[in-house]
């Protein structure tokens, strides 16, 4: 049974300036995304706060990535073009329009930490769950969602953040920044085996970090019910131990139905049960505050659609019991993925 409490106060991060990164003619990772969100921004019109971004300061960028690298950004700057490896690509903006990126999600941090915003959805590009500590990957620039684990750690103090990543690809660069880390929880569902290649589920951390990495690696073809299911009996059961001070969302669209780049069969009623589950766990551990990112997601109609789907959850927030997941044909993975994790969250 589903009981409404009173509406969220909800905020959305998005701008125009989003629309000139330039990766290149035919590139899925295109300036549209942003265009079908800013049209979306403007249909919802007073319903969610809108908050604008400001850039990221150099020091910000470097609590995940080091110097040297955040310059060779800078420099691509000087032209349009420049490959940062065979998927990233750059335009003279790009650096400019990727320290807004990141720092439009602090903006959204920093409303949510003052009590200006309950939750909130940063709507950015470029993404950035693939971006290493010294190089680009995968579409990715910086490494936002990892440099809001970092500020919300050092600003506000938080010793427990979980970031929660549901892009259908998984997010190497964010496992990689914490893998040696307890004070943050990454935690992954992704199509596997895919690109980038990483995120089985014997990848659990290392050093004090062991046991605060949970990948969940789906075959393609999984759908509502699947991810209902593994979220309901395995990322919940393990967020609830780990009692999250802060929710980060690396929220990617491309596990959709109709997306071109994967092979998943998620709807957008799929994308709203799995941010209610996260909203429910926000209120229970960590005070409501939960921010969500934009990472993938290249069908326009299904990218549009799925985040207003999402943006009304976090706006209503139905805190009643979950649907009930089917999802019998992961049974074997998911009863895998609890034997791993077993010893170190006694599921």
Same mark, same amino acid.
């Given at each position: 049974?589903?009981?409404?409490?009173?509406?969220?106060?909800?905020?959305?991060?998005?701008?125009?300036?989003? +629309?000139?990164? #330039?990766?290149?003619?035919?590139?899925? *990772?295109?300036?549209?995304?942003?265009?079908?969100? +800013?049209? +979306?921004?403007?249909?919802?019109?007073?319903?969610?706060?809108?908050?604008?971004?400001?850039?990221?300061?150099?020091?910000?960028?470097?609590?995940?990535?080091?110097?040297?690298?955040? *310059?060779?950004?800078?420099?691509?700057?000087?032209?349009?073009?420049?490959?940062? #490896?065979?998927?990233?690509?750059?335009?003279?903006?790009?650096?400019?329009?990727?320290?807004?990126?990141?720092?439009?999600?602090?903006?959204?941090?920093?409303?949510?930490?003052?009590?200006?915003?309950?939750?909130?959805?940063?709507?950015?590009? =470029?993404?950035?769950?693939?971006?290493?500590?010294? @190089?680009?990957?995968?579409?990715?620039?910086?490494?936002?969602?990892?440099?809001?684990?970092?500020?919300?750690?050092?600003?506000?103090?938080?010793?427990?953040?979980?970031?929660?990543?549901?892009?259908?690809?998984?997010?190497?660069?964010?496992?990689?920044?914490?893998?040696?880390?307890?004070?943050?929880?990454?935690?992954?569902?992704?199509?596997?085996?895919?690109? =980038?290649?990483?995120?089985?589920?014997?990848?659990?951390?290392?050093?004090?970090?062991?046991?605060?990495?949970?990948?969940?690696?789906?075959?393609?073809?999984?759908?509502?019910?699947?991810?209902?299911?593994?979220? @309901?009996?395995?990322?919940?059961?393990?967020?609830?131990?780990?009692?999250?001070?802060?929710?980060?969302?690396?929220?990617?669209?491309?596990?959709?139905? @109709? #997306?071109?780049?994967?092979?998943?069969?998620?709807?957008?009623?799929?994308?709203?049960?799995?941010?209610?589950?996260?909203? @429910?766990?926000?209120?229970?551990?960590?005070?409501?505050?939960?921010?969500?990112?934009? *990472?993938?997601?290249?069908?326009?109609?299904?990218?549009?659609?799925?985040?207003?789907?999402? +943006?009304?959850?976090?706006?209503?927030?139905?805190?009643?019991?979950?649907?009930?997941?089917?999802?019998?044909?992961?049974?074997?993975?998911?009863?895998?993925?609890?034997?791993?994790?077993?010893?170190?969250?006694?599921?």
């Amino acid at each position: 049974m589903i009981n409404k409490i009173a509406m969220a106060r909800s905020a959305v991060v998005i701008d125009p300036e989003y +629309l000139k990164h #330039d990766p290149g003619r035919g590139h899925p *990772e295109r300036a549209q995304r942003i265009k079908v969100l +800013l049209d +979306l921004a403007a249909e919802l019109g007073a319903a969610f706060a809108r908050i604008e971004p400001r850039a990221a300061t150099h020091e910000e960028i470097e609590m995940c990535h080091v110097r040297e690298y955040i *310059e060779l950004v800078r420099s691509t700057s000087e032209t349009n073009g420049f490959a940062l #490896d065979g998927d990233t690509v750059t335009s003279r903006d790009s650096f400019g329009v990727g320290l807004l990126a990141t720092g439009g999600f602090l903006r959204l941090l920093d409303a949510i930490a003052a009590g200006e915003a309950d939750n909130g959805f940063a709507l950015v590009r =470029p993404p950035g769950h693939h971006a290493l500590p010294d @190089r680009a990957m995968g579409f990715c620039l910086f490494n936002t969602a990892a440099i809001g684990a970092q500020y919300v750690r050092r600003r506000y103090g938080a010793e427990r953040v979980l970031i929660m990543d549901w892009d259908v690809h998984h997010g190497n660069g964010t496992q990689e920044l914490f893998y040696r880390d307890s004070s943050v929880l990454y935690m992954s569902t992704h199509q596997y085996p895919f690109y =980038p290649g990483t995120g089985a589920a014997e990848e659990i951390g290392a050093s004090e970090g062991e046991g605060f990495t949970v990948n969940v690696p789906l075959p393609a073809g999984c759908g509502d019910e699947e991810y209902l299911r593994v979220f @309901r009996d395995v990322i919940v059961p393990i967020a609830d131990k780990y009692r999250p001070e802060w929710v980060l969302v690396s929220a990617g669209f491309d596990p959709h139905r @109709r #997306d071109p780049l994967a092979g998943m069969n998620v709807s957008e009623s799929g994308f709203a049960a799995i941010a209610d589950m996260l909203v @429910r766990l926000a209120e229970s551990h960590a005070g409501g505050r939960i921010a969500l990112l934009l *990472e993938g997601g290249y069908d326009l109609k299904a990218l549009k659609e799925s985040v207003a789907a999402v +943006l009304r959850s976090l706006r209503d927030r139905q805190l009643g019991d979950a649907p009930a997941p089917g999802g019998a044909a992961i049974e074997p993975l998911v009863r895998h993925i609890l034997r791993v994790q077993e010893k170190y969250w006694s599921l």
